[in-house]
């Protein structure tokens, strides 16, 4: 009586090709720039403003795309921006290691549009924070620390605020004094405000703040269909925000992805972000 055959198994196969396909999902997520664009509407907007590009680079880390940065340069300069605005986490390594890439792609962002900076947890943890602010001045970065700015078009201009990170000085200037004096030198006009962390809306919407521009969750690394991403620092696993626009009481905050992953784990379906920002009137 002869022997049935085997049956082939197919289940390694399959396995096999689930491994590459997630294989080659994580390389895309975290290396295939992508540019995403938003409005951000306010009637206080004055009208000479209208129409103004923001590109809003936040969580680099020192990450590369493309030789010397080509990728991204080349990104940022196709969203035609008239400012760059980058919020903290730019670099959290040794100075001797990071300075070069801060010098290759700053150099290359001013040539763009001016710039406007605030710090991240990341730099004041890498212990040369100081430096680095010195560095980005020297630039011809703005470099904002618990102060303010006026950015002009035509006859009219908004005010440009930017926060240190918590984790800088302990006797630093707080949000609530910087705005106090935004409003006595220049009631009623609009505030853009740049601050790394993505948690303090209720303060912003407090303090009456136009606009908040963010990043600090990296997306929530992993975003699934129907999650603001999965988890992020400072608020656990499926956070709040990680992404996008949120509003509350006229404050409106623009929270990035960013553009780096983690030492932990790797971006999933988040691919590295520029954020390109249009403001309008209403």
Known sequence: ???????????????????????????????????DEFTLGN????????????????????????????????????ADPDIICV????????????????????????????????????????????????????????????????????????????????????DQKAPEKVVEEIRTDHPGKYILMLYHRDTELDMWAGLGVDAVLCGHAHGGL???PFTDGL??????????WTAGIYEKDGTRMLVSRGLAGSHMLPRVFNNPEVVAITLARG
């Open 1 to 35: 009586m002869s022997e049935k055959p085997h049956k082939r198994r197919r289940w390694p196969w399959v396995l096999l090709v689930l491994i590459v396909i997630f294989a080659v999902t994580v390389y895309d997520s975290n290396t295939r720039l992508v540019t």
């Open 222 to 224: 992993v975003r699934l």
């Open 87 to 170: 919020t903290g986490d730019m670099v959290d390594g040794e100075r001797e290691k990071q300075e070069p890439y801060v010098r290759e792609l700053m150099g290359e962002l001013v040539r763009i549009a001016p710039v406007y900076y605030v710090s991240g947890n990341h730099e004041w943890a890498a212990g040369w924070a100081r430096e680095l602010f010195g560095i980005l001045e020297e630039l011809g970065v703005t470099v904002l620390r618990n102060e303010y700015v006026t950015f002009g078009r035509g006859n009219d201009y908004i005010v440009i605020a930017g926060m240190d990170d918590p984790n800088g000085l302990r």
């Open 43 to 78: 009637e206080k907007l004055p009208e000479d403003l209208e129409g103004v590009r923001i590109v809003h680079l936040s969580d680099l880390h020192a990450k590369r795309f493309g030789d010397g940065n080509s990728e991204l340069i080349e990104a940022v300069r196709d």
């Open 231 to 240: 988890i992020a620092p400072g608020q656990g696993f499926f956070p709040s």
